[in-house]
C-alpha cells in the first residue's frame, strides 16, 4: 500500500477506464479524490472518455459527488442505482444525451460487484421484470445515446429472468475511516457499511487498481482484527482526506449517534409538525403490524418512526433501511440512509439478500405518479431521470407496500385543524394520472401475485385490486367530486368510501398503541 495525495490520482487512471465508486449520497463517498481527478482532468484533459459505476446516487445535488465528472470529454457513461444527487450539471449531461446514462435496482448493482468479485457469467434475477428494467420496456436506458444492451431478458428453467452480465472494473474508489501501514481499513466513524468490501474484491478480480479514501493512517498493528472491513490485500493505495471532504452525511460533519457509538433519548428527537406529511405519516403507520419487519423510504415514509415514537410504541417496531440498517429511528432529510439507535449495520448487499429473498413483511416507500392500474412512477419525470433506487428490489418481494405522498404537487397548501383537512391551496401537478410516465412498480404484476397494496395521501387512501385502484377513505373536510376526483386522471373503483380517522388530524393523537393492539411504552 502507497499513501498518495489526491492530485496524484489522475496520473493512476487510463483513458476509457471503467471506475466503480463507493458511497451513497455523500455517506461513505471518497469526495477528496474525487476532487483531485476533477483538477488532473482540467489540467491536463486526462483521464477521459471515464465509465463510471455506483450502487446509489452519488452526491449532494450541488457542489459534491458526480459533479466533479461533469465535463465534456471526461465521461463517456455512467450507471447507478439513482441520479438525484448528481447535480444539475451531470443531470443536464445525461438529459441532453451527453452521456450514456443507464439506471437500475440498487439492489441488483450491489448484488452485481459479488459476480464480478467471484467471475460468474453474471447476476439472474427476477427484479425488474415488468419495470423500466425490463428489456422489453426501457432496459434501463435512460437516453438514446446508450450504446449497449447492459440488462437482457433470458429464460432458465422455463422462467423469465433479468440476467446482467459482468462488466470490467479497472479501478475501485471507496472510502474508510482509518488505514494501517498495511492498507487494512476500518469502517468506525461511517454510518453504513454499503460494498466497500465487494467493490475492492470486484476490482481486485478484474486486475483493477483499489484507491481508499480515509482519515488518517495507523501504525501496523494498531486495528482490530475485527474492525478490519477491507483486507490490506485489496488495497493498492490510500489518500487522507481533509475533514470538509469527508462528511458523514450531506448534513453532517460527524454524529456518534449516527454510527452505533452512542445511543440518544428518543423524546429528544424533535416532532414533526402537524402538516400533510404527519397527517400521511400517522395514517401509513396504521398499516404497521407489532413485531413485523418493516422498510422504510425517503421522504414522507421516513416520518413513519417520528411518528411512532411520539406515540410512544417505537418498541414495537422492527424498521429497516436498504443501506443495510436495522432497528432505531431512522434518519431524514440529508441525513437518510442513517439512523439512531441502530440495532445492527450490515452491508447493503446482504441487506438486499433478505429483501430479495421475503424477508421484509412490509415496506414505506414514496409516491409521484399513480395510474388507475396501480403502476407506480418515482424514477422520471418530464423526461428527466432521477433513479429507483431500492425501489424496484423492495417492491418486487415484500408482500405489504404502502406508498406515501402528497396528493398533488408544486405549491400544495393545507390547514390541519380541529379534526379535519382544508385544501388552501391546490397543487399545480397531478400525481394520479392516466398513464405514469416510466414504470417503476408494475400494479398489474403485483395484482396478479396477490400483494397487498396501499396508496395514502393527505386528503384520500386507495387499495390496489385486480380490477384496479379503489378509493377506500377520504379526509374530513374534503369534498370527494371537488378536492379528490376533479384533480385525477382517471376515475377509481367507489364501492364503500369511509371518512380518514378524524383524530389524524388533531394537534393531539394518542390514537397509535390502540390501533396496533397495544398499551404505548
Known sequence: ????????????????????????????????????????????????????????????????????????????????????????????????????????????????????????????????????????????????????????????AGEEWLHYPCPKIDVAIIRGTLADEDGNITLDKE?????????????????????????????????????????????????????????????????????????????????????????????????????????????????????????????LLKLSIESGISGGVPAQLGDFGLAYNAEAIIEQSSQFDFYDGGGLDASFLGLAQVDASGNVNVSKFSGRPVGCGGFVNITRSTPTLVFCGTFTAGGLKVEVEDGKLTIVQEGKSRKFIEQVEQVTFNGLDAALRRQNVLFVTERAVFKLTAEGLELTEIAPGVDLQRDVLAHMGFTPIMRDVRPMDAALFQASWGGLAAVLGQAPA
Open 191 to 315: 454510518g453504513m457499511l454499503l460494498e466497500q468490501l465487494s467493490i475492492a474484491q470486484a476490482a481486485r478480480a478484474c486486475g483493477g487498481v483499489v484507491i481508499v479514501q480515509v482519515e488518517r493512517v495507523v501504525a501496523s498493528g494498531s486495528l482490530h482484527p475485527k474492525a478490519v472491513k477491507v483486507p490490506g490485500v485489496l488495497v493498492d493505495y490510500v489518500v487522507i482526506g481533509k475533514p470538509e471532504n469527508h462528511m458523514q452525511s450531506i448534513a453532517t460533519q460527524f454524529d456518534p449517534a449516527l454510527c452505533g457509538d452512542l445511543r440518544v433519548p428518543l423524546n429528544s428527537l424533535k416532532p414533526m409538525a402537524l402538516d400533510e406529511r404527519k397527517v400521511i405519516a400517522r395514517r401509513a403507520a396504521c398499516e404497521l403490524t407489532p413485531g413485523a419487519v418493516s422498510n422504510l423510504g425517503i421522504g414522507i415514509p421516513a416520518g413513519v418512526p417520528s411518528v411512532a415514537a411520539e406515540e410512544g410504541v417505537s418498541h
Open 1 to 156: 500500500m502507497k499513501i498518495i495525495s489526491a492530485d496524484e490520482v489522475g496520473t493512476l487512471i487510463a483513458d476509457e477506464a471503467t471506475i466503480f465508486l463507493g458511497g451513497l449520497a455523500m455517506t461513505s463517498l471518497p469526495e477528496e479524490i474525487l476532487k483531485g481527478l476533477e483538477r488532473a482532468f482540467l489540467a491536463t484533459g486526462h483521464p477521459r472518455r471515464l465509465s463510471t459505476w455506483a450502487c446509489g446516487a452519488i452526491g449532494n445535488s450541488g457542489d459534491g459527488g458526480m459533479v466533479h465528472f461533469a465535463h465534456p470529454g471526461m465521461i463517456k457513461r455512467t450507471v447507478a442505482g439513482h441520479f438525484g444527487q448528481t447535480g444539475k450539471e451531470m443531470m443536464k449531461m445525461v438529459y441532453d444525451g451527453e452521456v450514456e446514462a443507464y439506471n437500475f435496482p440498487q439492489g441488483s448493482l450491489s448484488h452485481l460487484l459479488r459476480h464480478i468479485a467471484g467471475r460468474t457469467p453474471g447476476l439472474l434475477t427476477k427484479v425488474g421484470l415488468g419495470t423500466f428494467v425490463d428489456p422489453r420496456l426501457e432496459g434501463g436506458k435512460l437516453n438514446a445515446t446508450c450504446s449497449e444492451d447492459l440488462v437482457r431478458l433470458v429464460e432458465f
